[in-house]
């Protein structure tokens, strides 16, 4: 290119942008724009009251994306505490890609490090999944041939990015279901804990993302099969599984295998 | 390059495609005359995202409009981008592609806004290069969204409409003109609209958009596209129609979004404008 551009304008530009992105002041009990940041740039019958459009608008439109790429977590605080949860978290990370969708990767591993273990960072991680599995690349399921069944056992199955297993002690991914039915504002408690850790795959399909119940023993064996090939994956659950257990396992196995294929939760092996 | 209207009638009127409208898309396939998308929310497309697009481009011509492009930014253009937004052109067949004159991002930081700048001689030459350099790389028509804006700076030399008609002049490029924008800058900075129009070359008019504002209560307005488009933009719009029409038109709304026969009626006010 013939013409850069003029050195005043990253001057400009650097405080500018370092206006409109104050956080907005919350003493009042309402989101109100920093109004005493001001550029001298800026003319003077425009300044302070027009920037705080752009501060306003700013802080608000990224809370939106925040709220709709984790709906769980923002009903479970509530907007208001939800907002200084993400303010937090756009303060330490400022969007960097042109891509607006992107401006809450990381919020789920953000959060688990400034709030409390609990349902909230575990809603967070609810979250992330469905967006990790909606944004995920085209896949081709894996459909194992009769020519790799002499194999198939020491291979390793690779996991399809397109699919997330997520855990809950709480009824978090019912209670994901039933706001997205019912869009509203409210905070809501989270559900009493369950007495056992459950799991769920969450698995794109065509047109639309389907979440279906794992039993435990099945969890376990699909994140074993994540990490190893499939006859030690098998032997490793056996190792953890009760005598009573160990009598149906073979059947077991067997079944959820072929769910796990007929779901399409693997792309290849290796 | 192709001819900038070899696709779109001149007379067609378009609306903005949002998520919320594919279902009834999809069960109706309405009577429009194409739509408009925003080009980043399929840059990196989710698949079935991406899958909802090529059914809808099966059967309407799809222009794309971004808001990422950052023209004006104190850095250079950055070319991943445009080779992401050349790769999906070439694959929608898009007829032209638009973005805003205006700054996005600096220093690393994307603001997703729309932001302006002062406006002088030396930035036409940066902006004009850049817009250059864009249609040149996307192989069809580049068409310059003039800004609303809230602000205005010490610096400029310029009116608004200089600085708008001369990067498109000196571009080659086209313009994308939003009368909204024009009535919501000539109300927040006190200027006459119809100064605006006349500085307008129509024969360089791709599209024209019209939208909805909100005044806020110390009488800012602010471009907020979650209403109707107000009476005295459609007579903007009249204004604009009659100087330089045909051109193709487009509502935009992007908040508090209606359902699809609520947006089309209210696109169809544009026909009523040009009698």
């Known amino acids: 290119m013939k013409h850069e551009a003029p050195a005043w304008l990253a001057d400009l530009q650097a405080r500018f942008g370092g206006a409109i ?3 907005l002041d919350r003493a009042t009990g309402t989101l109100t724009a920093a109004t005493h940041a001001y550029d ?11 920037l705080a459009v752009y501060n306003r608008q700013y802080w608000f439109r990224l809370f939106d994306v925040m709220h709709r790429a984790f709906p769980l977590t ?11 949860h993400a303010a937090r978290f756009l303060i330490a990370r400022p969007p960097r890609s042109w891509d607006v969708d992107r401006v809450p990767d990381g919020f789920d591993a953000f959060l688990a490090t400034t709030h409390p273990a609990g349902p909230h960072v575990e809603a967070a991680r609810i979250d992330a999944a469905y967006r990790d599995v909606f944004r995920a690349p085209e896949v081709t399921p894996y459909r194992p041939t009769r020519d790799d069944a ?10 399809s990015p397109a699919v997330a297993i997520v855990e809950e002690h709480s009824a978090l ?5 039933a706001i997205l039915d019912r869009p509203a504002d409210a905070r809501v408690d989270a559900p009493p804990s369950h007495d056992d850790v459950r799991s769920w795959v969450i698995v794109r399909g065509e047109e639309a993302t389907a979440t279906l119940p794992l039993e435990r023993r099945e969890a376990e064996l699909l994140r074993l099969l994540a990490d190893a090939p499939i006859r030690h994956a098998l032997a490793r659950l056996e190792a953890t599984c009760t005598d009573e257990e160990r009598a149906t396992l073979p059947n077991q196995t067997r079944a959820w295998l072929a769910r796990s294929v007929q779901l399409g939760l693997w792309i290849s092996r290796r | 390059m192709a001819d900038a209207s070899s696709k779109i009638d001149r007379g067609a009127i378009g609306v903005g495609l949002r998520v919320e409208h594919y279902p009834y898309v999809f069960d109706r396939w309405p009577d429009v005359d194409f739509f408009e998308v ?17 059914r809808v481009r099966a059967r309407y011509p799809i222009v794309l409009h971004g808001v990422g492009l950052n023209l004006l930014g104190h850095a250079p253009l950055d070319e991943k981008y445009l080779d992401a937004l050349c790769r999906l052109a070439d694959e929608l067949d898009a007829p032209y592609v638009t973005d805003h004159l205006c700054w996005t991002g600096a220093h690393g930081v994307s603001h997703h806004d729309l932001l302006p700048t002062p406006y002088v001689p030396e930035l036409v030459e940066v902006a004009a290069e850049r817009a250059s350099h864009v249609q040149k790389r996307l192989g069809r028509p580049f068409g310059i969204e003039n800004l609303s804006s809230y602000v205005t700076f010490e610096r ?9 008609s001369a990067v498109v002049r000196e571009a080659g490029c086209w313009s994308l003109f939003d009368v909204n924008n024009v009535y919501v800058s000539s109300q927040n900075h006190g200027f006459d609209p119809d100064a605006y129009l006349a500085a307008i070359d129509f024969s360089r008019v791709l599209e024209v958009h019209v939208a909805g504002h909100t005044r806020e209560a110390n ?6 596209h979650d209403h109707a488009v107000a009476d005295a933009v459609w007579a903007l719009y009249a204004r604009a129609w009659k100087l330089g029409g045909p051109f193709p038109t487009l509502l935009e709304w992007d908040a508090r979004i209606p359902t699809m026969p609520e947006l089309l009626a209210e696109a169809a006010k544009a026909k009523e404008a040009r009698a």
């Open chain 1, 21 to 23: 992105r104050t956080p």
């Open chain 1, 40 to 50: 001298e740039e800026i003319a003077r019958e425009t300044r302070a009251e027009r």
């Open chain 1, 74 to 84: 923002t009903r479970l605080f509530g907007a208001w505490a939800f907002n200084e």
């Open chain 1, 150 to 159: 002499a194999t198939l056992l020491d291979a390793q199955l690779v996991p």
């Open chain 1, 173 to 177: 991914v019912e209670l994901r279901r």
């Open chain 2, 38 to 54: 925003i080009s980043e929310n399929f840059l990196e497309p989710a698949p079935t995202q991406r899958r909802r697009l090529e």
């Open chain 2, 156 to 164: 400029s030399t310029m009116t608004e409409w200089e600085f708008y």
């Open chain 2, 219 to 224: 009488g800012t307005i602010v471009d907020t």
